[in-house]
């Protein structure tokens, strides 16, 4: 299948192509060129399928014609390789827990699935070495560097903001080693999405190695995403809830997350509506209330992974919808929650439901505890868990958070890290030198 672009000034692109560049030269984003709805009988037996069997139809469905299927299901099923439960938190709303992954967040999901779609690619070609770039302003950085360690043929550069990422999030990708190298730049997030933007227009580093993205716009880290969502319904059948409405809410910042649930309702997903919980940053949340979509600059909440002020996929859901914001309004609602809600709602939560939410995860539960009608069964997606904000949710519900012992391994680690100025001359002199 072939991928257009949000921009429609560059040509089609193969999937290779796609997930290589990331981008598309027009600077638009990719789209798949049909959503091809699942048959009524996969519906039928969802409930009694498992995640990794799901998904592999889901992959089918978008990839099969691009790699041989045994090849493709054993990419899917390596990815998939842990848990996803949907837990009741009341009688109504259930966690969709996508933090049982390597790095306990759900972008694991997207990372994983395009670590090995990429290395399936250099190994296809036989093209020696690719180097992926990547700033991080945490989270990213540890779901790719996680998602890509051990793959071969492929290097990767995080680039990192020194000091102004949290000690866990540090340690989850300055300690891998192998095939990652974690830059600590002295400067802000900018200045290392600056450097990698300027290693991408260097010629002499281009003609020197083959540089590649990993950021959340790749059609290999968003589509992926869609494999859950079948599986929370699945889950919500087995458990004879999946009658008279299903709700799905998802934490946004870039909409990538949501994006993918939008795609699988188009094939087919029995999903009524979805709601899109945003923090304080609610652009979206003003474009369905007026119709008038203004990007500005973000401000910083405790729901940080979301505060975002250009949502990157907002293209792709317009394209999804023709640009028709009454079709968008009739599938999508929104609700925007200030930090003082976000508190408030982890804090009762957690004394009423014994159910401890990320800030994330809190926006979503919350819009639903608002916003589901009679009869409807509502699923937000928990994206997160509590203990990646461990300094946050202490001091909301005033006691310590346990860490998994999943982070724990990482906290043990020795943090490597190559110390680097915030000019471009400095990090070329480094790459140069690779
Ligand atoms: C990235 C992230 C989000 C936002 O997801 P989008 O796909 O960018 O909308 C929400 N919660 C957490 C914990 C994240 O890391």
């Avoid at 550069?157 to 730049?185: C, D, H, M, W």
């Avoid at 188009?266 to 979805?274: A, H, Q, Y």
């Avoid at 159910?355 to 505890?369: E, K, M, N, S």
């Avoid at 999943?406 to 001359?425: C, E, I, N, R, Y």
Wanted: one cysteine or more; glycine letters at 8%; charged letters at 20%.
């Amino acid at each position: 299948m072939n991928y257009y672009s949000t921009n429609h000034q560059s040509p089609a692109a193969t999937l290779q192509e796609a997930v290589v560049r990331g981008l598309a030269p027009d600077k638009g984003l990719y789209m798949p060129e049909h959503i091809h709805p699942l048959p009524p009988e996969f519906y039928e037996q969802i409930d009694r399928m498992t995640l990794p069997d799901i998904a592999c139809r889901v992959a089918d469905a978008f990839f099969g014609d691009d790699i041989p299927q045994d090849t493709l299901h054993e990419l899917v099923r390596d990815t998939m390789s842990f848990d996803i439960p949907l837990v009741p938190v009341t009688d109504r709303i259930h966690s969709l827990e996508l933090f049982h992954g390597p790095t306990l967040a759900f972008k694991d999901v997207g990372a994983r699935f395009m670590a090995r779609l990429l290395g399936y690619f250099i190994r296809r070609e036989g093209a020696g070495e690719v180097n992926v770039l990547v700033a991080t302003s945490g989270d990213t950085g540890s779901a790719v560097a996680n998602g890509f360690l051990g793959v071969e043929g492929i290097r990767v550069y995080v680039l990192y903001p020194k000091g102004k990422v949290s000690e866990i999030q540090e340690k989850q990708f300055t300690t891998l080693g192998r095939n990652i190298t974690a830059i600590e730049v002295d400067g802000t997030f900018d200045d290392c999405q600056a450097l990698v933007k300027d290693a991408f227009m260097d010629a002499d580093l281009n003609a020197h190695m083959r540089l590649t993205s990993a950021n959340s716009i790749n059609v290999a880290r968003f589509l992926p995403q869609s494999f859950y969502y079948f599986h929370a319904y699945a889950q919500l059948k087995r458990a004879g809830r999946a009658d008279g409405g299903v709700v799905v809410c998802v934490p946004s910042g870039n909409f990538g997350n949501i994006t993918a649930g939008l795609f699988a309702a188009r094939m087919g997903l029995p999903v009524s509506r979805f709601i899109a919980a945003n923090n304080r940053n609610d652009i979206f949340y003003q474009y369905l209330r007026t119709g008038v979509y203004s990007p500005r600059p973000s401000i910083a909440t405790i729901a940080n992974a979301m505060d975002v002020g250009a949502p990157s996929n907002f293209a792709r859901i317009l394209a999804l919808y023709d640009g028709s914001h009454e079709a968008i309004s009739a599938d999508i609602s929104g609700a925007t929650y200030t930090d003082e809600q976000i508190a408030d709602t982890v804090r009762t939560t957690w004394q009423q439901h014994r159910y401890l939410l990320d800030p994330h995860g809190a926006c979503g539960y919350r819009a639903l505890q608002e916003g589901l009608r009679p009869g409807e069964t509502g699923v937000f997606l928990e994206t997160a868990h509590p203990a990646k904000f461990k300094d946050t949710v202490e001091r909301i519900i005033g006691q310590p958070v346990d860490i998994p012992a999943k982070l724990q391994a990482f906290m043990q680690g020795t943090k490597q890290s190559v110390p680097m100025p915030k000019d471009f001359p400095a990090f070329k002199a480094y790459l140069m030198g690779q």
